[in-house]
Structure formats: C-alpha cells, structure tokens
C-alpha cells in the first residue's frame, strides 16, 4: 500500500463505544480508521490467529462497534482463517441463541472480539475449548509477524449465515471467487469507484451490512460511514443525519427502514437535513413496495432528496448479495397488474373493477444468468409468467455447510432442458418483455384460502394501512392440512381507547371479507415487537406459524393464551 493511500480515511465509524478520536462539534462521537491503521491492525490479528493455529480455521466474528468490525475481517482474510460472522452476545435473548448455535454448527475454536463481548462469550461458552481474543485489550503480535498467504480462488473466505430459524442455522459457503464476483457486479451496477461515500447501519452479520456496507468500500477505495443497527432502532432518522454529515452518496436498506423515517420525521427534522447528495439509495432484502418509496420521496423532497435516487434490487447470501439491480438516477420501474391473473401466475393488465397491485421492479441481472422456472415441472416459462427465480453464476456460492443434501437440492437445480446448475433462490418472481425482473412472494410461504393463492404481502400492506395505530402484519395459515389463515397484527397501545381492541379486529375482519372474499380469518391483536423479522426486515411466517402452534402468543385481543382450536388441523 503506498503511503498516500496509507493516510487516507477508510472508514468512519459514527457512535462507536469505543473511546473516540476525535468528535465533530456538537454531533454523535466518531473513531476514524485510515487504510494504512487498517492493514497494520489486519496484520496484527492475522498474526495473532496464525499463532493460535488459525490458518484454515473457522474463526467465530461476534458483531462489535467502531473499527474491529472490519479489522477482524480482513485479519482472518490475511491469515488464511474462514470469518464466521455472527450477532452480539450483548444483545440478549434471540441474538445469544442464534450465536451459540452458530458457534456449534460452525465448529469454531477461535473468537475475535472487544474486551465486553469476549467476557460474555467466554461465560457463555466456559468449559469449552473456544479461545476468544478481547482484541482492544490485549498485546497484540507486531505486524511484521504476520506470515503471508495465498488464497486460491475456491478457497472459503467465510461463512455467511442465513437469517431465518434461530437455532436451525444454516450457512453459506462464501469462495474468493465469489466475492471478487459480486464485488464487481455491485460495482458495475451502482456505479461505485473511489469517490463515492457509501454508508449504512445494517449488521456485520447480515450479508447487505457485510458485502455491501463493509466490504464494498474497500474493494473500490471509497470511504466507509458506518454506524450500529441499535442507534439507527433507537433513532431512524440518525441515519438520514449521517447521510447529511458525511455526504453519502450510496446507502441503502430493507423497505420497512424507510418507512420507519418517514413515521418519525417531523417538518423541523426535514427541514435541518440536507439529502440531494444522496444518489443511490438502495432498497433491497425485503419486498420492495411502491406506497413506501412514494412517501419516503414526498416527505424528505424538502431535504432534497430525490425519487430517482432509488434503487430497488434483489438479492441473497448465496449469490454473495447482488443479482438484479436498476441503473443509478433512473426512476424505479413500477407496474400495476391483475391481482387475480397474478394468482393465477401472470403479468396482467389490471381490468376495471378487479383488484389490481403494483409491483416495483428490482432490475435485471448484473454478472448472474437468470431464469423464471416452474418449481414443479423445472420447465424454463416465457416472460410474464411467474416461476421461482433460479441463478447461476460466479458470485454463486458452491453450497452449505456440511449439508449436502439441501446443497444438492438448493445449487444444483436442472431444468427440464437439462441445463444447470442453478441456484434455486425460493422467491417466485416474473420477468416482462423488457428482462425487468418482478418478486412476487416466497414460493413456500404462500397464503392458499378457500382454494385461492393470495400472496401474503397483499394482504399485510393491506391490512396495515387500514388503521394508523397498526404497525407490521403478518399473515399466514395453520398449516398444509387446513387453510385457516391466522392475521397477526401489531397494534400501537399508545393512545388506544379503552374497549377499542375488539373494533379493530372487526375492521380487520370486514376488509378481508370484502377484499379478499376471506370471511372467517382468525385476526390477532399484539403488542409492537411480537411480529418476528430476520435482521433484514423480512417477515418470518414460519416462526410466528411455530409460535402459534406452540402457544407461544399471547394476544391483547382476544386475551386467551392459546387458539389451539383454531390452530389444530382438520
């Protein structure tokens, strides 16, 4: 690295617990990383996991705030080691679980941490034979002993884990190759190189956060602005300010992230941000809807934002996150179709009187090959049919870890033509005339009544529209045996009138008989966070279908612990 590059600013990260560098006036404490600190803390930990053993090893990533987020991952890149990254163990509860199981399934023997996770990992896992480094504590090795190492392109650079069930963790293999071509299909797509500021507050563990967030900076020698998933929870519009602060240019998040902004923004928050250097900003990870990139554009147009600026894709952790993108400073394509015809599995021009939907575009295929295919027959279907999304290409992982059944059954998908191998990403989505891809669902996560496929998304954007007081929806059956479907509705208590539950669920009722000919749904009225969501903002139905049957709900209306009857199938 030349001692230029050495001195300019890789990343800043805003927030950090870490004691800061430096503060910038009145604003959150930040810790800046140069590309010359970068590299030697690399080698440092590099060095460090070498005398440990750690070359071709797993090596567990708990999430931290500021530098080491990124210093750790590029540590075990330089000695050789597979990242295994993975939630806080502070974080409590869900994140603790999924981390212990992620340590089992992964087999790890080494840890990377700051001085407070690595004493609640080495709580968590006494007796066994993990050793954690507090990497900000302790003497680390002098860069200079870092042995080198050469990566073969097939060699795993690390494991991402899925979102989805907290204990039955699934991860990816993540090649050199792999990121190499995914990094350049981002690039390619967004447009990125050297002066661009890109920025966010998605999780290391999450594969937008990681590849997107942390990553990408690094592959086209642009500044890195990053801050905590719990300071943007805590206050979504600290990651419009930072936008405004540090002049970002690419950011991004899943769809209920800009919702979230625009519930928070008053007109005096507006009114103190500055957006028009804001130029991609990224909608991705979640169902792409039309209404909350409309709001979003209306309410912050003061602040200068712009509704070309967004840019919905669609992407996973096996394809090492991009697949289909826009073109930067083009408005998203947005299409309203026959909401019957698309049960039906087609691209239709809504009729008059028909129940129509919009869908968003998410662009098309950057470094991938793509096909719409017919889940059942895996015959390759013709634009405006709707099929699941199959891929293939070098930014697509070889598989999972230590599951080759589900590696075979998942990345090695034939057509009927007997052409593979392809990736099949369980999303049904279409492509139109024009190769623009449209994701319509989940192909195992559809809500089938009384004979009819609805997409549950319809009827959650619905549902919570109908009441301000409504937060997220959740929309899903008793199972295969029974088409009951069960609306999971979370309701904002402040401000609720006494004796008023029971009015919102018949109202809740009414629309779906009226809209959807669902007479007899079963309507659950929650508190806010009951609703489970992977740590990209997507609904996870199977869990809350598990929590159902489990009892593990308990409803503000009706206020009985279980509905077994309700749930039990027939």
């Known amino acids: ?36 600190e970068l590299d030697r803390q690399a080698r440092q930990l590099a060095a460090w996991l070498q005398s440990q ?10 999430c931290c705030d500021g530098p080491l987020q990124i210093t750790a991952l590029l540590g075990c890149f330089y000695a050789g080691a597979t990242a295994v990254p993975c939630p806080s163990p502070l974080d409590g509860g869900r994140n603790v679980r999924r981390l212990t199981a992620v340590a089992k399934d992964a087999d790890v023997s080494l840890a990377l941490a700051d001085s407070a996770v690595a004493a609640e990992l080495s709580r968590l896992f006494a007796g066994s034979d993990l050793v954690c480094l507090a990497a900000d504590r302790a003497a680390l090795p002098d860069p200079e002993d870092w042995r080198p190492t050469v990566a073969a392109d097939e060699d795993i650079a690390l494991i991402q884990y899925t979102s989805g069930s907290v204990t039955q963790v699934k991860g990816v293999l993540i090649s050199q190759r792999n990121l190499l071509a995914g990094q350049e299909a981002i690039t390619r797509a967004l447009g990125t190189d050297g ?14 956060g990681l590849v997107g967030q942390l990553l990408h900076p690094l592959y086209v020698g642009a500044l890195g602005v990053v801050m905590s998933a719990a300071a943007f929870a805590a206050r979504p519009l600290s990651w419009l300010r930072m936008i405004d602060r540090y002049g970002i240019t690419v950011s991004g998040g899943p769809d209920y992230a800009y919702d979230m902004c625009v519930r928070a923004a008053g007109d005096e928050e507006v009114e103190r941000l500055d957006l028009s250097r804001w130029r991609v900003a990224v909608n991705g990870a979640e169902p792409v809807r039309e209404a909350t990139m409309a709001a979003f554009a209306e309410r912050f147009a003061p602040a200068g934002f712009r509704t070309e600026a967004f840019y919905p894709a669609y992407g996973l952790a096996e394809a090492t996150l991009l697949v289909t993108g826009g073109r930067p400073g083009r408005p998203p394509v947005e299409r309203a179709v026959d909401s019957t015809a698309l049960a039906g599995g087609r691209l ?47 930014s697509v992982a070889p598989g999972y870890w230590r599951r080759r059944a589900e590696t075979e059954e998942t990345f090695g998908a034939v057509t009927s033509a007997h052409d593979g191998s392809f990736l099949r990403s369980g999303d049904l989505g279409a492509v139109d005339e024009y190769g623009e891809l449209f994701v319509i669902g989940r192909l195992k996560e559809g809500v089938v009544v ?47 009138l006494d004796g008023e539950l029971p009015s919102l669920a018949e109202a809740v009722q009414t629309h779906l008989d009226g809209e959807f000919g669902i007479p007899d749904a079963v309507i659950l009225l929650v508190r806010q966070g009951v609703v489970r969501r992977t740590t990209s903002g997507k609904l996870q139905r199977s869990a809350m279908r598990g929590l159902l049957r489990s009892g593990g709900i308990r409803p503000l209306y009706p206020q009985v612990p279980v509905f077994q009857a309700d749930l039990s199938p027939s």
């Open 195 to 208: 002066h661009a500021v890109i920025g966010g507050w998605l999780p290391p563990y999450h594969d937008m």
């Open 450 to 496: 009384n004979g009819v496929d609805v997409a549950p998304e319809d009827i959650e954007t619905s549902v919570q529209g109908l009441n301000p007081k409504f937060g997220v929806t959740a929309a899903v059956t008793t199972g295969p045996e029974r088409d009951r479907l069960i609306v999971i509705q979370e309701v904002r208590e402040n401000g609720l």
């Open 53 to 62: 053993g750690g070359a071709a090893q797993r090596v567990l990533l708990p």
């Open 348 to 394: 239709a021009e809504p009729r008059r009187g028909v129940l129509s939907r919009t869908l968003v575009g998410v662009g098309q295929p950057y470094g991938v090959d793509l096909r719409i295919v017919d889940p059942e027959t895996r015959q390759v279907l013709p634009p405006g049919r709707v099929g699941e999304i199959w891929i293939r290409g070098e």
């Open 1 to 36: 690295m030349e001692a230029a590059d050495a001195s300019r600013e890789a990343f800043i990260f805003v927030g950090a617990e870490s004691t800061p560098r430096r503060t910038d006036g009145e604003g959150p404490r930040v810790r800046t990383l140069t590309y010359g």
